[in-house]
């Protein structure tokens, strides 16, 4: 398949500006026809989000952006394409009108694709030159982070240009699901408008509101199926059975009167045996209890993540995470025993996110680590979410940190924690990172911390009690011999 490197767009509207951000952050020139006089900016303005979504989703990892041309007519948009992406409003004939004209100036070999979210192929291609080119590339939004697009050729189109199509949004970093009939609203469209035909009756009815159906999917089945879609979540559901299993227990509750949509498929032996057959070749041979971890780790990345934005369920799990500690460190110090060594106070497992390229614990995932072993040491003197509710905080001033061994996927870890020194701003610690397995030392990381009012951004005194219990723990490790790596600076020893 030739190089695509020039991209012509018809329609620069929400999805056509998603389609111009995509390309041009993946490198790709973009020639944009819009009769709308305000579409410069328009774009510019999704161009300007998509630049921020990709620069914390690819910080690494982004080629020099294409070029942008808003051009004046359908001619200059397709003349010198590789690749056509029409956006226009969802009219067949507006369609079927603008890509019969927009075909003749364009090259024998540009393959163009419709945007459309239902619209048949085989309407649009019918008055095109060149029809057996025309695809359906139908898109989610944001189109330049969503991976997903519907590929549907119509009766014209050749498989050649399916596949061309195909090519060409995975070189743009896209998920191409290849559909092997044509039908009104592909696939995607039609499940989600029949999730929203209930959701529509549900409040019609006075059942329920808005905002409690879009909870009922954001904190449930919304989650799972950002990884796991329906039929693989079923198949779990069944148990060791799997698929016939789930469909003998739950099937007959098609029919019940639970929801609208009440005309289903009969569940013959054969149609069975179908579904039976299929979820047993996509699963690949993965056993149940397999998937269910793989659904915990999916699930566990997806909260964690969410977590961070503190949103949706992120912030239910941001809550009990604050409650577990509180109720973890409740009363920890004493729970501690002997003060006089090293605290022992957070323990982990190596993620497979936490590995670089080389195989190895990232650089960021030992601050990563060392910082929730310094949270552990808070939570146990007091700093809990009520004394940050009230608007202090130690932050970190420094760090310097030694990598000793190398730390792999899946190994158990933990890190100890020795109090170098206490005043009444400052804190000074000392953190040693293992292997539990063996106990091997991995790594040293020695910080210093002031203690700051979070609201005047300025260093305050702690709060007598919790300066006392760190005292406490400095005055008992006062004998300790001062680790040897404390202290040091990042130099070149004399040759």
Known sequence: MPDIRRVGLIGGGVIGSGWAARCLLSGLDVDLYDPDPEIARKTEEVLANARRAWGRLFPDARPPEGRLRIVGSLREAVAEADFVQESLPERIELKRRVLAAASRPARPDTIFASSTSGLLPSDIQAEMAGPQRLVVGHPFNPVYLMPLVEVCGGALTSEDARQRAAAFYRSIGMRPLMLHKEIDGFIADRLMEALWREALWLVHDGVATTAEIDDAIRYGPGIRWSFMGTFLIYRIAGGEAGMRHFMAQFGPALKWPWTRLTDVPELTEAFLD??????????????????????????????????????????????????????????????????????????????????????????????????????????????????????????????????????????????????????????????????SSDDRLLATAEQMLIHVDTRLGRAVPADPAVRGRLEAIAEAQKDLPKPPEAGRAIGMGRG
């Not at 179908?274 to 041979?285: E, F």
């Not at 003060?339 to 996110?353: I, M, T």
């Open 274 to 435: 179908r579904l039976a057959a299929q979820s047993d070749a996509q699963a690949a041979g993965t056993s149940i209890r397999d998937l269910e971890r793989l659904r915990d780790d999916c699930l566990v990345s997806v909260l964690s993540a969410l977590r961070a934005r503190g949103y949706a369920a992120g912030e239910v799990v941001k809550r009990q995470e604050e409650t577990l500690w509180d109720k973890a460190q409740a009363g920890a110090i004493a729970a501690i025993g002997d003060l006089s060594q090293p605290l022992r106070l957070h323990r982990a497992r190596v993620e497979a996110d936490w590995i670089d390229y080389n195989g190895h614990m990232t650089e960021s995932r030992y601050l990563y680590v060392f910082g929730n072993a310094a949270d552990a040491l808070f939570r146990c003197v007091g700093i809990d979410t009520a004394y940050h509710a009230a608007g202090f905080s130690y932050y970190t001033v420094e760090t310097h940190i030694m990598n000793l061994a190398e730390v792999s996927v899946d190994e158990p870890i933990h890190v100890t924690i020795q109090v170098l020194g206490v005043d009444p701003k400052r804190l000074h610690i000392f953190h040693r990172l293992y292997r």
